[in-house]
């Protein structure tokens, strides 16, 4: 597609629900991140693919959260077990070549995640 | 990775020009200095990238001095449409891939 697409675009999950988050990036795009966004705060990164290979987790808050991308292209974001501190807008951009080049790196429109 | 500073926020009317000044005094020999804009319910969109002296595309220059320990981003003749955050960016290329790190940007508000 055009751009990058989330989905869903609004998620309400029960406290202790598990919930997997899609993002399907730009075609052809070799790098693939993952950002979380609270409220009134910018995105803090989560994770990081280049192609299916997850180089960086650094950022994942705790081992609740896990990401994968097996065939290099669509990635999944599942939170386990989910918490109230876990309510946030979970952000998804690409990019072409590993580094940002001239353009930046592509975002999506994000799934906004509220735990009841 | 460098540490950003920019206002938290900053009020405009429509037709005038906004200069947003970011510090980054500890930015390094390889960190380019990017800038983000962000609306409500959208992720981040590119604005402008630059490493010295200065940058100019069809939305906005980025101003950059010799000692690279500052920028601005400068937007001419912002209409309403412009008011969003705006967040400033120092990194560049470490284990192979650029890692994003956003602080909490600086809030523009366009008036009529």
């Known amino acids: 597609g055009a751009g990058v697409s989330q989905s869903p675009r609004y998620k309400v999950a029960k406290r202790g629900q598990d919930v997997a988050l899609r993002c399907d990036p730009i075609?052809?795009?070799?790098?693939l991140f993952w950002y979380q966004q609270a409220l009134g705060q910018g995105p803090e990164f989560l994770t990081y693919f280049q192609n299916e290979a997850q180089l960086d987790k650094s950022g994942l808050p705790s081992d609740r959260f896990f990401a994968e991308r097996p065939e290099g292209s669509v990635s999944t974001l599942k939170i386990q077990r989910t918490q109230q501190e876990d309510s946030a807008v979970y952000l998804c951009?690409?990019?072409?070549?590993?580094?940002?080049?001239?353009?930046?790196?592509?975002f999506g429109s994000g799934t906004r995640l509220t735990v009841v | 990775l460098a540490k950003t500073t920019q206002p938290v926020s900053m009020d405009s009317y429509e037709g005038q020009e906004v200069n947003i000044t970011c510090s980054h005094n500890n930015i390094a020999t390889n960190d380019y200095i990017t800038w983000y804009q962000q609306f409500p319910s959208q992720g981040p969109r590119f604005i402008i990238q630059?490493?010295?002296t200065k940058v100019t595309n069809e939305v906005a220059s980025l101003f950059i001095p010799a000692d690279r320990k500052s920028s601005t981003l400068s937007l001419p003749r912002v209409s309403l449409s412009d008011t969003a955050v705006y967040y400033c960016?120092?990194?560049?290329?470490?284990?192979?891939?650029?890692?994003?790190?956003f602080g909490a940007g600086t809030r523009l508000a366009v008036h009529p």
């Open positions: 075609s052809g795009h070799v790098s």
């Open positions: 630059g490493y010295k």
């Open positions: 960016l120092v990194g560049g290329l470490s284990g192979g891939y650029n890692k994003l790190i």
């Open positions: 951009a690409s990019s072409l070549t590993s580094g940002s080049g001239n353009y930046g790196y592509t």
